[in-house]
C-alpha cells in the first residue's frame, strides 16, 4: 500500500552544511495494516510523514502510495491525491480557531473532488462522542476533544492511509487510551493503513509493528 | 464547505479588523454616492431649468449671462429689449413660427430671512402654456399649484410664488409682499415698490422657479423706475393720463389689499408713468424717496412706448424653425438668440462637470485608500495565518485554493464595505433632502439610484482582487512545512 524506495532528504543548515534527514532504502506498510515509528527527537520523523504526504518533496527516491508515485505527480496533483488518500493528524492537533468542530471536519473534505459531505462529518463527530458539540468552536472544547475533532477531520474523507504524528503528545495520560484506541478502532473498521509517530512507549507497546526510524533510516544510522 | 464560507469564516475571526476596514470602504463609496446622486439631481434640475422652449430672446451680450438670469435666477440681468421687439413674435414678423412667447421682466428681488429671491414680471403663458422637463413616462411636465392658482393677466397686482419661497419665507396665498427695485443682498439699503397680492404657490419643480418669485408683467411696468422715457411724441398724451405731480397717493387704492389693478393701496411713492428715467432699471436699486401722492383713479397700464423686457421665452410651432429663427435674430442689431439646451449643455460641461470630476476623484481616491486598508490588514494578518494556511494546505487544499480564499476575503470585506455605503449614501442623501429642498429647491431622492452605481459592484471586486493580491500571494507562497512545524 505504501512504499518507500531510496527515499533522500536533506537540508541546508544556515552555515551553507548539508544535512541529510533521511536515507531510506526501503520501507513498506501493507493495506489496512498498522504501524508505529519511534525515534529520538529531531530524527526526522515528522519530515518522513511530510515527505509521505507530499508535502514535502525528497530530494531522491519514491513515495508510492496504492501504486502512485506520489514523487512524481506536479504539487496541484500531490495537494489533490493528499486530499483524497491521506488522512493526517497533526501533534498540536491544528483545529481552525475560527470553524466550529463540524465545520472543522467539512474542511477536511472541501479539498476533495466529491466535496463535503455533511452527513459523513456528522456520522464520524457522533463516533468520538462528539454529537453533541458540533457548533462548539476549538476554544470550547477540552483538549481531548480537539484531538477528537481532529481524529474526526482526519478520516472523513475514507483515506488509504493515515498519517498521525504524535497525536498522543499533548493528551493527558487519562485521555491516551481512549484515544489511541479511537485511532485504531476507526482504521480497523475503515480499511485504513496507519502509521503512527510516537515516542511514548505506552503507546508503541500496543501495536505489532512497531520500527525505530534508525533501524531503516540510514541518515539517521549513520 | 465553498471557498465562500472558508473566507467568510476568516472574515468573523478578524472581526475588528474586518470591520474597521469594511466601514473605511463604505464611506468612501458612501461619498461617491452622495456625490454622483447630488450632480445627478443638480445636472437634471440644469437641464430642466432649459427645457420647455426652444429659444431665450434677449439684449445682445453673454449668451450665458443671458441663460444664467432668465433661467437660473443667478447674474445680473443684461440689457432690455424693446417692448416692439416682443410684439415682433406675437404679432409681428415672428409671429408665424412662435407657438408661445413668454417675456421676462427682471430686475427687482425680495429679501427674506438674509435670503434674495428674484422677482419677475411676466405673462399668465408662463404657467399656463410653457412646461419644464419631462416626466418618466417622457411627457413633459405642466406647472401645478400645490395652493391657489395663476394670477390674472386684468389683475396687474397678484403674483405667484415658488414652492421654495414659500416654504423659506413662510408666505402664502392672500400675503403681500413688497419688491425691491434692483437685485439686493442683506444689508442693502433698499427701495421697496409698492405690494402684489400672492395668489398662487407653485408646486416644487425641482427647477430655479421654486426659487423666484412671479409677478404679473402689467403691475411690474407700473412699478417705480420701471418704465422707460416716454417719447417725446407721445408724452403730452402719457401725460395726460399719467402725471400724477398734483396728485395725492396716501388715498390711493393698493394691490395689497385684493390684488386688482382697481384697487391700490400704497403708501407713497410716485407712479411709474411719471417715468422716473431710469434706462438700466435693472442694475440699480433706487434711493428712497418720500412721495405725497393722493389720487383715487384705477391704473392704466403702461404705454407700449414705454415698456422693456428682459428675455423671452420663445415656444416655437415647429422645432424646425429653430435654427432660421435663431439666425435671423442675431444677425438683427436688436437682440440675440440662444438655445438654452446648448447653453446648459456648455455651462454643464465646462463648469459643473469639472467640479464633479474632481469631486468623484477624490472620493474614489478615499475609496483607493480604503483597499489599501483592506491590503494592509489582510497582509498584516498573513503572518499569523501561516500555519492556517499550512493545515489547510496539509488537508489538501492546493495553491490556488488558498489564493483564492485570501482574494474571497478581501472581495467579501470590499462588498460588504460597499453595499454598506451605498445604504449609507442613500441614507445620508434621504436625510439630506428636506434641507436641500428647502435651500435649493433640489429635489434629493432616497432611491435616486445613477447608472454610475452600477459600476460600483464590480469596481469593488476589481479593487478587492487588487487589494487582496498581495496577501493572496503571500498565502500561495506558504512554506507549508516550516509553518506546520512552527507553533499556531
Keep these: 500500500m505504501l512504499e518507500l524506495s531510496g527515499l ?92 466550529s468542530a463540524l465545520e472543522n471536519v467539512l474542511l477536511g473534505m472541501a479539498f476533495t473532488r466529491g466535496g463535503a459531505d455533511r452527513g459523513r462529518a456528522c456520522e464520524l463527530l457522533e463516533q468520538v462522542g462528539l454529537g453533541h458539540r458540533l457548533d462548539h468552536r476549538p476554544a470550547k472544547l477540552s483538549v481531548g476533544e480537539q484531538q477528537r475533532v481532529a481524529v474526526a477531520r482526519a478520516l472523513a474523507n475514507r483515506p488509504r492511509l493515515l498519517l498521525a504524528d504524535e497525536p498522543t503528545a499533548n493528551v493527558d495520560p487519562g485521555n491516551q487510551q481512549q484515544l489511541v484506541d479511537l485511532i485504531r478502532e476507526h482504521c480497523q473498521s475503515e480499511e485504513v493503513a496507519l502509521l503512527l509517530v510516537t515516542h511514548e512507549p505506552t503507546v508503541a507497546e500496543q501495536f505489532s509493528r512497531v520500527e525505530s526510524l534508525e533501524s531503516f533510516n540510514q541518515a539517521v544510522a549513520s | 464547505m465553498s471557498l465562500w464560507k472558508i473566507a467568510w469564516r476568516s472574515v468573523q475571526q478578524r472581526s475588528l479588523s474586518s470591520l474597521l476596514t469594511g466601514l473605511s470602504m463604505a464611506l468612501g463609496v458612501a461619498l461617491v454616492i452622495m456625490v454622483l446622486v447630488v450632480y445627478g439631481a443638480v445636472e437634471q434640475q440644469f437641464r430642466q431649468g432649459g427645457e420647455g422652449y426652444h429659444l431665450i430672446v434677449g439684449a445682445k451680450g453673454g449668451k450665458l449671462q443671458l441663460v444664467l438670469n432668465t433661467v437660473y435666477h443667478l447674474s445680473q440681468p443684461i440689457e432690455n429689449i424693446p417692448y416692439s421687439y416682443y410684439k415682433e413674435f406675437t404679432e409681428g414678423k415672428f409671429a408665424a413660427f412662435t407657438e408661445v412667447v413668454v417675456p421676462c421682466c427682471m430686475g427687482d428681488s425680495y429679501l427674506s430671512g438674509g435670503q434674495t429671491y428674484r422677482v419677475l414680471g411676466t405673462t399668465t403663458d408662463m404657467f399656463d402654456r410653457l412646461v419644464y422637463g419631462k416626466n418618466s413616462d417622457g411627457s413633459p411636465r405642466q406647472y401645478t399649484f400645490q395652493a391657489g392658482r395663476n394670477f390674472k393677466s386684468a389683475n396687474f397686482f397678484e403674483a405667484v410664488i415658488g414652492s421654495v419661497v414659500a416654504a423659506k419665507t413662510g408666505l402664502g396665498v392672500g400675503d403681500s409682499f413688497q419688491p425691491a427695485h434692483g437685485i439686493v443682498e442683506e444689508g442693502d439699503e433698499a427701495h421697496e415698490h409698492q405690494a402684489f397680492k400672492i395668489v398662487g404657490v407653485l408646486g416644487p419643480t425641482g427647477t430655479p422657479n421654486d426659487r423666484a418669485m412671479f409677478v404679473n408683467m402689467e403691475g411690474f411696468f407700473l412699478l417705480e423706475g420701471h418704465a422707460k422715457e416716454a417719447p417725446p411724441e407721445e408724452s403730452p398724451a402719457e401725460k395726460k393720463d399719467h402725471d400724477h405731480d398734483d396728485h395725492d397717493h396716501q388715498a390711493h387704492d393698493h394691490p395689497a389689499s385684493d390684488g386688482t389693478a382697481e384697487a391700490h393701496d400704497h403708501e407713497g411713492h410716485d407712479h411709474p408713468p411719471a417715468a422716473d428715467k431710469h434706462d438700466d432699471h435693472a442694475h440699480h436699486a433706487h434711493a428712497h424717496h418720500d412721495h405725497d401722492h393722493d389720487h383715487g383713479h384705477a391704473h392704466q397700464p403702461l404705454p407700449e412706448s414705454q415698456r422693456e423686457v428682459t428675455a423671452l421665452l420663445v415656444l416655437l410651432k415647429n422645432n424646425l424653425f429653430s435654427q432660421g429663427l435663431f439666425t435671423r435674430i442675431n444677425e438683427g442689431q436688436v437682440a440675440q438668440a440662444v438655445f438654452p439646451v446648448t447653453e446648459v449643455e456648455t455651462l454643464l460641461t465646462k463648469f459643473v462637470g469639472p467640479i464633479q470630476t474632481v469631486l468623484l476623484a477624490l472620493t474614489l481616491l478615499i475609496i483607493v485608500v480604503a483597499g489599501i486598508g483592506i491590503m494592509v490588514s489582510i497582509y498584516n494578518s498573513m503572518s499569523e495565518r501561516a500555519h492556517e494556511i499550512a493545515v489547510m494546505r496539509a488537508l489538501g487544499a492546493g495553491r490556488v485554493t488558498v489564493l483564492a480564499v485570501v482574494l474571497l476575503e478581501s472581495i467579501i470585506i470590499s462588498l460588504a464595505g460597499g453595499l454598506a455605503g451605498v445604504v449609507i449614501g442613500h441614507g445620508a442623501i434621504g436625510l439630506m433632502s428636506p434641507y436641500v429642498l428647502a435651500e435649493t429647491g433640489v429635489l434629493l431622492h432616497v432611491l435616486s439610484f445613477q447608472q454610475q452605481e452600477l459600476v460600483l459592484v464590480p469596481g469593488l471586486v476589481l479593487l478587492a482582487t487588487f487589494a487582496g493580491f498581495l496577501p493572496a500571494l503571500a498565502a500561495y507562497r506558504t512554506d507549508v512545512a516550516r509553518a506546520l512545524i512552527a507553533r499556531p
Design chain 1, 8 to 99: 533522500k532528504k536533506s537540508f541546508v543548515e544556515p552555515n551553507g552544511a548539508t544535512l541529510p534527514i533521511l536515507d531510506i532504502p526501503q520501507f513498506k506498510v501493507a493495506a489496512g495494516e498498522q504501524a508505529v515509528i519511534r525515534g529520538r527527537s529531531g530524527c526526522g520523523k515528522t519530515t518522513l510523514l511530510h515527505v509521505i504526504a507530499g508535502i514535502t518533496h525528497p530530494d531522491a527516491g519514491s513515495v508510492t502510495i496504492d501504486g502512485v508515485d506520489v514523487t512524481r505527480l506536479p504539487e496541484a496533483g500531490r495537494d489533490r491525491f493528499r486530499a483524497e488518500k491521506i488522512g493526517y493528524i497533526f501533534q498540536t492537533f491544528n483545529l481552525l480557531e475560527g470553524f
